[in-house]
């Protein structure tokens, strides 16, 4: 049994799931940076406009991310971001932040639909049926489409983000903790858009 919006194997219990009724695919991008927002996307994939290529947006160029983003905007029934801002990242931990992301993605959700299949072990109560597919960014079309569009989107905030402080390296690292990160902490110091309670940043704080 095959269907437009499965990509690859899975289980007969999950192509169930996906099968019946409309379903939102969700997921994040953002949790591990330093600095920024965690991101999240939901969407509802029209079965009838299939869309080759997609798959966890981890594994694909960014030119290849770039146009895959243009083609769910065109044909996806809905589409919506969510996400948590730095401050309620450093007020609810970023697990929590990131559960509140994704259900203000799903609530953003031009269409109401009937079951959500979120990328990961864990699922936040969106009040409607969800499951929680683990590696499901590469299995499931609807959560790679979430994935692209989340992961797009965050980009470009980091692009923007780093033609205001250049000396960061924003648009290499994305935010994430790498050498290059720690060493423009240290010489430059802490920003607004920095996450004070991840364990780097408070270092940099306490000194």
Do not use: W
Not at 67 to 73: G, P, S, V
Not at 115 to 140: C, M, Q, T, W, Y
Request: aromatic content about 6%; overall charge neutral; hydrophobic content about 40%.
């Amino acid at each position: 049994m095959t269907f437009d919006h499965v990509i690859k194997a899975i289980t007969p219990e999950q192509a169930e799931l996906i099968s019946l009724g409309c379903v939102a695919g969700v997921d994040e991008v953002g949790r591990g940076p330093l600095v920024g927002d965690v991101v999240t996307a939901a969407v509802i994939l029209d079965p009838t406009k299939p869309i080759l290529g997609l798959n966890d947006s981890k594994k694909l160029s960014d030119k290849k991310r770039q146009a895959l983003f243009q083609e769910i905007t065109e044909k996806a029934l809905s589409i919506s971001v969510g996400r948590c801002s730095p401050a309620e990242i450093d007020e609810f931990n970023i697990l929590h932040a990131t559960m509140l992301a994704m259900q203000r993605a799903v609530s953003g959700l031009a269409i109401k639909p009937e079951r959500v299949l979120v990328d990961g072990n864990r699922s936040p109560d969106f009040g409607i049926e969800s499951h929680a597919i683990v590696k499901g960014d590469g299995l499931v079309a609807a959560i790679s489409a979430a994935s692209i569009i989340a992961k797009v989107t965050r980009d470009e905030e980091m692009l923007t983000l780093d033609a205001q402080f250049p000396q960061y390296g924003f648009a290499k690292h994305k935010g994430y903790p790498t050498k290059a990160h720690f060493e423009a902490l240290e010489q430059y110091g802490v920003l607004a858009e920095h996450r004070k309670s991840f364990k780097p940043v408070a270092e940099r704080l306490n000194k």
